[in-house]
């Protein structure tokens, strides 16, 4: 029971962070607090939270660099070292690819969007950003749920 808290609890505070990307294109640091310790609280659940922990620490110079790159927001970065301890580490690349397959449908989806305002003369073509936060939570969504 305890388990399925902390997953429904890490499921609305990425529904939150998908909104506050999308309106704000920010991801707040509490909410990747909070995902962060429900994360920790399944890996504890699970019996592997020190494994858990070691990859996080492991991947995050890997996803900082991805950052300094400007290939991922901060709070994207923020949002994916969170999420790591969420999954056993058997199931890390499957939530890696879910988001990545997640995130071409959301650039894909915002690409259409600005090209249709371009077209329809509503607005132009500038420095456009996706919301990753979105698809970070619909790739999680995938994985955890198995739509």
Same mark, same amino acid.
């Given at each position: ?25 920010? &991801? ?113 969504? &995938? ?5």
């Amino acid at each position: 029971m305890l388990y399925n808290l902390f997953i429904v609890l890490a499921s609305l505070s990425l529904f939150y962070a998908a909104g506050t990307d999308i309106y704000r294109r920010s &991801i707040y640091n509490w909410t990747v607090l909070v995902v962060f310790f429900m994360s920790l609280g399944v890996a504890v659940i699970r019996g592997d939270a020190l494994c858990s922990l070691l990859v996080t620490v492991s991947l995050a110079p890997f996803l900082y660099i991805l950052w300094r790159c400007h290939l991922f927001g901060g709070g994207d970065v923020k949002l994916m070292i969170g999420l790591i301890p969420i999954v056993p580490i058997s199931g890390l690349l499957s939530l890696f690819l879910s988001i990545a397959v997640a995130g071409s449908v959301v650039a894909g989806m915002c690409l259409a969007w600005h090209w249709i305002k371009f077209v329809t003369g509503w607005g132009s073509i500038g420095d456009q950003t996706v919301p990753y936060g979105v698809a970070i939570a619909a790739g999680t969504f &995938i994985n955890l749920y198995h739509f």
